[in-house]
């Protein structure tokens, strides 16, 4: 058992988050490990998150509700919590996400037992709107402590699910990192970042059931909600900028230029991959038929994208219908 010797900071960034953030802060206050400092970020709400988060933190000596006057973002709203933290552990909550009670608690023991692992992520289960039963569980087995060198580049561009995000860090690891900016897709340079700055491995007692939205974001939404309609503009749109982030975040480490440069020709070479799918998709697209060219994506996405040792996933038809085809082009 811990002995709740150590402050875990979390975090639980929100925006008009009313229907769901009761079932989040239950889950927080049941939470068995006791050392616990709660910053909930307000990022100007304008429904009843206000009012529910004032009633938990008048209740809860543990808690700090901050609301901002203007919506900055959700990325500089995630990267304000951990600059006002003070735990030497960090944990980001999502506002409609449920924890299992020991879920900190295991957390902290798994990271005392094994000092080199930087990230200690759940086990999630994905649920999408409508469903009792969760689609997929994911878990992150490809990027531990025996995976080393150039394999663990690529692994950090191709087995590395954004559930991963709301494990709970080890705060230096976090300083030392650029955190998130007000771009689109920034939040998955951050965890490439994180994942070549130290292992991350999944830790199974700590369950979380991760509730995905109904369907995925527009460009104008993701610019929405990444920047509040301030995202930066690059020339080339959103995949130069995320790339471009890469690029920045990999010179930033403790590696010789040499190595450096090696690791941004792996990923250059990995993003012209994905490119090239994305063309082959689009023509595809224009000179087949609707059936032959969504056999095409569901068979290509299996054979080539699906993360093997990560993903469980539940009910096919139902994943592909709601996470494959909409993301690779197989609607239309």
């Not at 206050?29 to 100007?44: C, H, P, S, V």
């Not at 552990?89 to 798994?110: N, R, T």
């Not at 709970?168 to 970042?193: W, Y």
């Amino acid at each position: 058992m811990s002995n709740n010797e150590v402050l875990v900071t979390i975090g639980l960034p929100v925006f008009n988050g009313e229907a769901t953030i009761q079932r989040a802060l239950r889950a927080l206050r049941n939470q068995t490990y006791e050392n616990l400092e709660i910053i909930i970020g307000d990022n100007a709400s304008d429904d009843r998150t206000e009012e529910l988060c004032q009633i938990f933190e008048e209740s809860e000596p543990r808690c700090t509700y901050v609301r901002s006057s203007i919506n900055r973002g959700a990325t500089e709203n995630f990267s304000q919590l951990f600059r006002r933290s003070s735990g030497s552990l960090f944990m980001w909550m999502a506002a409609d996400d449920e924890l299992d009670p020991q879920f900190v608690e295991s957390g902290v023991e798994y990271l005392r037992a094994n000092p080199p692992v930087v990230l200690a992520v759940p086990r999630a289960h994905g649920f999408i709107p409508g469903r009792i039963e969760p689609v997929y569980t994911v878990e992150v087995n490809g990027l531990g402590r025996d995976v080393r060198g150039f394999r663990r580049v690529v692994r950090s561009y191709t087995r590395l699910p954004m559930t991963s995000i709301y494990g709970i860090f080890r705060s230096e690891v976090l300083r030392a990192s650029n955190l998130m900016g007000p771009h689109v897709g920034t939040d998955v340079a951050f965890m490439q970042e994180i994942a070549l700055r130290g292992p991350i491995e999944t830790n199974p007692s700590q369950a979380l059931n991760y509730h995905n939205r109904d369907r995925w974001n527009t460009a104008g939404e993701d610019i929405q909600i990444f920047g509040r309609g301030k995202a930066r503009r690059v020339p080339g749109g959103a995949a130069f900028g995320l790339m471009a982030d890469r690029v920045s975040r990999i010179w930033s480490l403790d590696d010789g230029p040499i190595r450096r440069g090696a690791m941004v020709g792996l990923i250059l070479a990995l993003e012209v991959r994905r490119i090239v799918f994305k063309v082959v998709t689009l023509v595809s697209g224009r000179f087949f038929s609707v059936s032959w060219h969504r056999r095409w994506v569901v068979s290509a996405y299996w054979r080539f994208l699906h993360p093997e040792g990560d993903f469980d996933v539940h009910d096919r038809a139902v994943f592909v219908d709601r996470f494959v085809l909409p993301r690779f082009g197989g609607n239309r």
